[in-house]
């Protein structure tokens, strides 16, 4: 009910309704594109847009689900086309990032831990459709219909995704497979 009236005082160009806004799903929306992206400083820049360009035209924002989700969809399709970007600019692997201490983010200080290194690692060598499916299901809290939405597949082919990534994520590290 918050968001609905939060959307209501944006539209009616409320800043304070924006901070809110900004607020309540900035943390999430870092997680995922962090997690997409694996780059902190690349994930708060892909956060920050998202906003820039809700604060630059409220009027246009319609949504058909909640808030949340239209705001984890947008932060995932820019990480999305920020990886394709970096795809054509070196062929070289996506470089590991850890967050620095002064970078208080969700994954900030427990992504240091050793194992948390390890999956995130792990993570960054899974198929791109397998790591943002994984990414936004388990840190998005998407539903894996609105995951086939964003990534216009199927259910059926989410769902797919999930199972052998988490399955190849699960190889990876037990040490099964070299990655």
């Known amino acids: 009910?918050?968001?609905k009236w939060l959307i209501l005082r944006l539209r009616a160009g409320s800043t304070e309704a924006l901070c809110r806004i900004y607020e309540k799903y900035?943390?999430?929306m870092l997680t995922v594109a962090a997690g997409l992206l694996n780059d902190v400083n690349g994930a708060q820049d892909a956060v920050h847009d998202v906003f820039v360009t809700l604060a630059q035209s409220p009027g246009r924002l319609r949504l058909a689900g909640s808030l949340r989700s239209f705001l984890t969809t947008c932060v995932a399709n820019l990480a999305r086309d920020r990886l394709?970007?970096?795809?054509?600019q070196s062929a070289g692997p996506l470089p590991a990032e850890l967050p620095t201490e002064e970078q208080a983010v969700p994954l900030g200080r427990a992504i240091q831990d050793e194992s948390l290194q390890r999956?995130?690692?792990a993570l960054v060598t899974l198929p791109d459709e397998q790591r943002e499916v994984i990414v936004?299901?388990?840190q998005g809290d998407l539903t894996f219909r609105e995951i086939?939405?964003?990534q216009g597949a199927s259910i059926n082919t989410v769902q797919s995704r999930y199972r052998y990534g988490i399955d190849k994520l699960r190889s990876l590290l037990n040490g099964e497979v070299e990655p």
């Not at 394709?84 to 054509?88: E, F, M, S, V």
């Open 1 to 3: 009910m918050e968001d």
């Open 26 to 28: 900035e943390s999430v």
């Open 84 to 88: 394709r970007a970096r795809r054509h």
């Open 119 to 121: 999956l995130a690692d």
């Open 136 to 138: 936004l299901h388990l």
């Open 148 to 150: 086939a939405r964003v």
